[in-house]
């Protein structure tokens, strides 16, 4: 298939492809025909291209399969071959580096192959899996490795396998449905202060949120909501930058039950509500990378009170923007000898994957971008050298 990409354009929502902004991005559609694997390649393409295949219904509603750059380091052609559904459709983009443009010359070979399972990873909070879901060819042995977001820490696996090994071994001989489960390290907003002084709160309502020592989940202090009457409401706002990634807090209410509630919102969505007596627990959520607005909201129907009258929360975690935190660089042993390399850094930013035999001549061998700023990365090449040193840069 041959075509032109000079006039088109990169749309609103679209994804990074192969981790770069590109600009004059086509779209092919594929519905396979059966179980096997697609070839799909821009060789003779007279300009540097990425790659990449989707499934979903539209652009911001994407999940990504496969993507590429380059074939091999420092070609100007990209190359992938995935695992392909029987009539799932699939999205085909293909995009220039950089925004460049040109002549694309794409190519693809679909072969039906042997039996395949299926791997299915719920989509983590507070980190990532590698490798993704999707479908494995029968026998292969996957090596399911758990990253941590900065400020969590990975305790352990559930679903088809309960394990705290990491990384876990699967042999492809069934379907698997896995889940990482990750806990939280640091707190951005304990109330350790006494009072609403950390952040840029604000209330909202008939009555204003205040810090008390009576109630916490944690430490000393805990936000409480404001005293109000029948049919009104106490808010505790806050909008702020944010960091792709996850959030938490610990929320507690007493109140009556199924009428007076805790609501949790998220941008005007809400993403949960609380009545009765809870207890202390933990609510975990994903938030998106610019200005957020937060709100939880405790609310009273036309009549009637129990327990505490109120809500509270504490132990408060968001992904704040913070330039200063340098990025991680870490080795992670697989049990067939292999190594996986993993960056810890800033979500949404550019990592590049340098290699070197001599620490003196440096090759990039890899460009990742994270919506949660975890990497992890194989180095397909590195049988090839009796000893290769690797670094990370953030252009």
Known sequence: MTAVNE????????????GNEGGHSIWYRFRAPANGTLFLTT??????TLLAIYT?????NLTRVASNDDAFPESDFSQLTTAVVSNQVYYIVVDGYGGTYGDIQLQYVFT???RYFSLTIDPPLGGSVTPPSGLYLANTTLYLTAAASRDFEFIGWSGAVNSTVNPVTLIMNRNYAMAARFR????TEGFESGGLMSLAWSAGGSSAWHVQSGVVSAGRFAAQSGPIG?????SLILITNLLSGTGSFDYRVSSEAGWDALEFYLNGARLGRWSGETGWSTFQFRVLQGVNTLEWRYTKDANFSAGFDGAFIDNVYLPLPDSSIAARLA???LPDGQDRLQIQGLSDRAYIIQGSANLTD?????TNVSDNGTVQWTDPQAASFPMRFYRAIAP
């Open 7 to 18: 006039r088109a354009t990169r749309e609103p929502g679209e994804p990074l492809h192969a």
């Open 43 to 48: 060789t003779n393409s007279d300009f540097d």
């Open 56 to 60: 979903g219904d539209n652009l911001t």
């Open 112 to 114: 039906t192959t042997e």
């Open 184 to 187: 939280l390290k640091n707190y």
């Open 230 to 234: 029948d049919g009104q409401q106490s």
């Open 331 to 333: 080795i992670l042993p």
């Open 362 to 366: 440096w090759v990039s061998v890899s």
